[in-house]
């Protein structure tokens, strides 16, 4: 009996988005599926995609990765790793961000075509063990349909980029699962470098001293989460209506915060954070600190991990970087 062709085959794409080892033999085909290799296989292709659609001074890349497997393979992921899908999607974007800020440390012109990230880790009946498919997107899925689906393809045999017009029945063979779906929010200061003013630039260590953490409960910004790495040793913590776009402030858009609220350094000689409040009530490992003045203020020691509430809405958590 002759087989019937795929789906892909029919269109003319079958190998042009598998990336599979036929040239090796069963051992390395047989290979299984590792978190590494699924998080290498994103950045990979995050970094082909930058590569590809980047012109002029301004940096362009996907914000959707449509990753598929074998569904044998996904399904051996899933009974012995389940979760990790979402912890690598998570480790991924981390690194978009650092390979981002280092584009804007040379100038270049990092700006989102997509207010987030999606991932979405499919399988398909007619993939092999041992392959994998990507299908990137500049903007997520909207709420509009559209007639023809603008896909991607990056072809294992050449690594290029092209792109197809295509009808949305290309997706309708893949297999979604809910929790192979993850969207994480953009936050365009995340991780990207500022340019330093030259008032500050004595501060900056040759490492990172601390990680601070916040969600914002505001509106626009519902359910966001904002990271802001301290490489100052003197640094301001400042509310929506800071002006200043310096590095060493880490500005939370939320009029919920003074501007500024508070500042925090690190004393190299006994090795521990201290901070200063300027806002109008600032709550430290639930105790009140006494509010100062910015020309003379108060200090008290910032330890490790502790969780900060700013005017009793925001919270703000300092981590070891």
Not at 106 to 116: A, D, F, Q, Y
Not at 170 to 185: A, M, N, R, V
């Amino acid at each position: 009996m002759e087989e019937k062709p795929t789906f892909w085959q029919r269109i003319g794409i079958q190998d042009w988005f598998l990336t599979s080892n036929e040239s090796a033999g069963p051992t390395a085909r047989s290979q299984p599926l590792t978190p590494n290799i699924v998080y290498k296989y994103i950045i990979e292709k995050f970094e082909q995609s930058i590569a590809e659609l980047s012109f002029a001074e301004r940096v362009v890349f996907y914000h959707e990765f449509i990753i598929c497997f074998n569904a044998e393979d996904y399904k051996q992921f899933m009974d012995n790793k389940n979760g990790l899908f979402g912890l690598i999607a998570q480790e991924s974007v981390k690194k978009f961000y650092e390979i981002l800020g280092e584009y804007a440390a040379k100038g270049k012109s990092v700006e989102p075509s997509s207010s987030k990230w999606v991932f979405r880790f499919v399988s398909h009946p007619d993939y092999k063990p041992g392959d994998k498919g990507f299908i990137g997107k500049l903007m997520p899925d909207g709420n509009q349909k559209q007639e023809n689906l603008r896909v991607t393809f990056i072809p294992r045999q050449t690594g290029l980029a092209q792109t197809f017009d295509v009808n949305n029945d290309i997706l309708k063979d893949f297999i979604f699962y809910s929790e192979g779906y993850y969207e994480i929010p953009y936050l365009a200061n995340f991780n990207i470098e500022q340019k330093t003013s030259p008032a500050v630039a004595a501060n900056v260590g040759n490492v990172a001293l601390a990680r601070f953490e916040t969600t914002i409960p505001d509106q626009a910004y519902s359910g966001k989460k904002l990271e802001y790495v301290m490489n100052f040793n003197d640094i301001l913590v400042s509310g929506a209506e800071e002006v200043r776009e310096d590095a060493h402030i880490f500005k939370i858009p939320s009029d919920w915060v003074n501007a500024p609220h508070l500042r925090i350094r690190f004393d190299q000689a006994m090795g521990k954070f201290q901070l200063a409040s300027f806002g109008e009530k600032t709550i430290l490992n639930e105790n009140l600190v006494e509010r100062s003045s910015t020309a003379d203020p108060q200090w008290v020691e910032l330890p490790v991990n502790s969780r900060i509430i700013l005017n009793g809405i925001i919270g703000v958590n300092i981590f070891k970087a």
